[in-house]
């Protein structure tokens, strides 16, 4: 009797595998919320560690789906999800949440100071670290406008950050985080082209020597990337570099002239000719 007492915690910590490396399998992976409609259906593909992917594709096409299938928020409910050759469900939990970071599309900070809030990642992380994430995500002029510096509490006082600014803060939290995979949702719509910029470039640092899945909804961020999924129906319905998508004159090329005449519009400044 005790003997089975003291074997059954040990087998459960032997459960678990570890990825050889940092690169991500989606093996047929079908997944509906409500079991009528499929978000994804049936989805291969493979990111190379280090590799950066984009995912792009009208809304509702299962970008954020297969997203947080990857960050394991929801098992698919056939195929598989593989890190570094390990079926994400033998990962150990803690190991997994590690090992994948997700910045989401309208990110939620905790109502609690900035350094906190970054803190929330790597608790064991210092002050300096905290900075030093800060600055790689661009929240230097965030900071120096709030009345404690990083001491100050978000969404109390009349203490409120904007969207992007907001997302910055989040950026600076994964990049403390350290993760070797890195999700990335961008925001669907900057207030002003300042704000974007300095996202880009938040985000970019926190990319460096990563696995980065992106989700584009500008397709000027996708230019660099390895390889484009076109996701529609929640199918791959084009892949390929932005090159080799555009010469296929399809989908994709609809989505590229219908955003390059969006921005020649901006630029216009909402001048419909
Ligand atoms: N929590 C949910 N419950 C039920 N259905 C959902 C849920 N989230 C998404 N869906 C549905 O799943 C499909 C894929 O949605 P998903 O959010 O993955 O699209 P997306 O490509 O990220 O779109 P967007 O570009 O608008 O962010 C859509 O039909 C959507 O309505
Ligand atoms: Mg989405």
């Given amino acids: 009797m005790t003997r089975y007492l003291y074997i059954e915690p040990l087998s459960e910590t032997q459960d678990g595998k570890i990825p050889s490396d940092n690169s991500v399998t989606l093996k047929n992976v079908t997944y509906s919320y409500d079991g009528e409609k499929n978000a994804l259906d049936g989805v291969s593909l493979t990111i190379n560690a280090g590799q950066t992917v984009a995912l792009v594709g009208p809304s509702g096409g299962g970008k954020t789906t297969l997203a947080s299938i990857v960050s394991r928020f929801f098992d698919p409910q056939e195929g598989r999800v593989l890190i570094g050759g390990v079926d994400i469900k033998e990962i150990p939990k803690e190991l997994l949440m590690n ?80 993760a070797p995979i890195i999700i990335l949702d961008e925001a669907t719509a900057f207030a002003d082209p300042d704000n974007e910029q300095k996202v880009q470039a938040a985000l970019s640092k926190l990319s460096e020597g990563k696995t980065v899945i992106m989700i584009a909804h500008r397709l000027s961020t996708v230019a660099n990337a390895d390889c484009i999924y076109v996701l529609a129906d929640g199918k791959i319905a084009e892949s390929g570099t932005r090159d080799e998508l555009i010469e296929k004159n399809g989908i994709f090329t609809k989505m590229w002239n219908d955003y390059n005449k969006s921005v020649e519009w901006r630029i216009g400044g909402g001048q419909n000719d």
């Fill in 99 to 178: 090992t994948v970071s997700f910045v989401f599309q309208s990110s939620r900070l905790v109502k609690d100071t900035v350094l906190e809030n970054v803190r929330l990642s790597n608790p064991q992380a210092t002050r300096e670290e905290a900075i030093n994430a800060l600055n790689a995500a661009q929240c230097a002029d965030i900071i120096e406008k709030l009345p404690n510096s990083i001491d100050t509490v978000i969404g109390a006082d009349g203490v409120y950050l904007s969207g992007g600014e907001q997302q910055r803060i989040a950026i600076a939290r994964a990049i403390l985080k350290n």
